[in-house]
């Protein structure tokens, strides 16, 4: 109320934001009219919770005009003050389109069935200036009622949306909503976007395709898949290992021996996503087809596979008749980090008889060996089988080593091999 620099009083607001009451309103609203300090007051007014700023911030928008009246819209609108509602209806026939489509806007964040029906007459005949606020308006209610489970309501208002020439953007929102507020019923129409030639419709459908709950939804994506263009498949078997449905497995594995790689590739990515043990049988025997970009993946999947059945399935490759094959058990429990191999990884390392599967052996016990396994290395040295062999040897024994903070108990283990 005083006389101080203007700065002074803005910062004053601002602490009134923090520990302003009922009696701060009165200082505050007076401040609504001033240009350099309106934003200020409006910081304070509307942290503070009593009624009374409402009833303020009413009054103040009967007696402002241009960007000061805007600024009080504004706040009533992030109040949430119903009893605006109809001063925002008047305000939306201002001259200033500034003040017009603030109203606008407020009249969307509110809601209510007096601001909804005040929108929807609008929308019809909105001049081009105002048919987006409108249209961003009408949908920020849409998405209210869908909160509160009025989806018919909501369903109306996107609709009349969609039917207007309104920019791209709120076009793909008020089809998002659409379906979203038509539940179920709604899944024909995201599966027409899956397959319709708008891009800007067919993010909308892969984005509600990966969070729109429902067991019936994944089952539909799961039954239309196979018929989509592959790169579309890629797309919507991505979705289905980001919904966490298993029921979506069969199916998966089916896309899984795809003759489109891509696709191949998407399905045991999801497959390992879901992470259902029914998958484990198809994606070992992928893992070991040979180099490509398909046994990668299939590799890849087994290494993030999140269940302890992985394991078993990754060991009982160390046992496999093809050398190629046990090479492959061992990369992938090294990725895994299955330390309980660990004995069955020694054994391979110290007798199996394929040099690549002993090196592969070597490797991991580069990355995950003890203390303990130092004399088997050690005797796996003094093999000295070949050159390669000898090179991982000793990186094996320089990490293991590497690990250690007793350097004596390292070479304990280590001079018995000098004699």
């Known amino acids: 109320k005083s006389d101080s620099p203007s700065q002074d009083k803005a910062i004053t607001c601002k602490h009134l934001a923090v520990c302003g009451t009922k009696a701060a309103v009165p200082a505050l609203a007076s401040l609504l009219s001033d240009e350099k300090l309106a934003a200020w007051a409006r910081i304070g007014l509307e942290a503070i919770p009593d009624p009374a700023v409402n009833e303020a911030l009413r009054d103040a928008m009967g007696r402002l005009h241009g960007k000061l009246l805007v600024g009080v819209i504004n706040s009533i609108s992030r109040r949430g003050d119903a009893k605006a509602v109809g001063s925002l209806i008047e305000k939306t026939k201002d001259a200033d389109i500034e003040v017009a489509s603030a109203s606008v806007a407020a009249l969307g964040c509110l809601g209510g069935d007096q601001a909804v029906e005040t929108l929807e007459q609008m929308l019809p005949g909105a001049s081009p200036a105002m048919l987006s606020v409108v249209c961003e308006a009408c949908l920020k209610s849409a998405a209210s009622m869908i909160a509160r489970g009025k989806h018919r309501n909501a369903e109306k208002l996107c609709e009349m949306v969609l039917k207007t020439k309104a920019s791209r953007h709120i076009r793909m929102e008020a089809m998002r909503n659409l379906i979203l507020a038509k539940k179920d019923s709604g899944i024909p129409l995201l599966v027409e976007q899956l397959k319709g030639e708008d891009t800007g419709m067919l993010a909308v459908a892969l984005g509600l395709?990966?969070?729109?709950?429902?067991?019936?939804?994944?089952?539909?994506?799961?039954?239309?898949?196979?018929?989509?263009?592959?790169e579309r498949q890629v797309y919507v078997i991505e979705a289905l290992g980001c919904r966490g449905d298993k029921s979506a497995v069969p199916t998966l594995l089916t896309l899984a021996k795809s003759s489109f790689t891509n696709v191949s590739v998407a399905a045991i990515g999801s497959l390992s996503k879901l992470g259902d043990a029914s998958a484990l049988p198809l994606l070992v025997e992928l893992a070991v087809s040979g180099e490509n970009d398909i046994s990668k993946a299939a590799q890849s999947a087994?290494?993030?596979?999140?269940?302890?059945?992985?394991?078993?399935?990754?060991?009982?490759?160390?046992?496999?008749?093809?050398?190629?094959?046990?090479?492959?058990?061992?990369?992938?429990?090294?990725?895994?980090?299955?330390?309980?191999?660990?004995?069955?990884v020694l054994k391979a390392a110290a007798g199996d008889p394929d040099e690549n599967v002993r090196i592969a052996s070597l490797n991991l016990l580069r990355e995950q060996g003890k203390l303990d396994n130092l004399p088997m290395v050690v005797e796996i040295l003094l093999k000295n089988r070949s050159a390669a062999e000898a090179q991982a040897v000793e990186k094996a024994m320089a990490s293991i080593c590497g690990r250690q903070t007793d350097m004596g108990a390292c070479a304990d283990r280590l001079v018995p091999g000098l004699s």
Do not use: I, Q, W, Y
Not at 306 to 334: I, Q, Y
């Open 209 to 230: 395709s990966h969070t729109m709950p429902g067991r019936k939804l994944t089952g539909t994506l799961a039954a239309e898949a196979g018929r989509l263009p592959a």
């Open 302 to 344: 087994l290494v993030a596979f999140p269940s302890s059945e992985a394991d078993a399935a990754c060991a009982d490759l160390m046992t496999a008749k093809g050398a190629a094959h046990r090479v492959v058990g061992v990369d992938v429990m090294n990725r895994r980090g299955m330390g309980g191999a660990m004995p069955a």
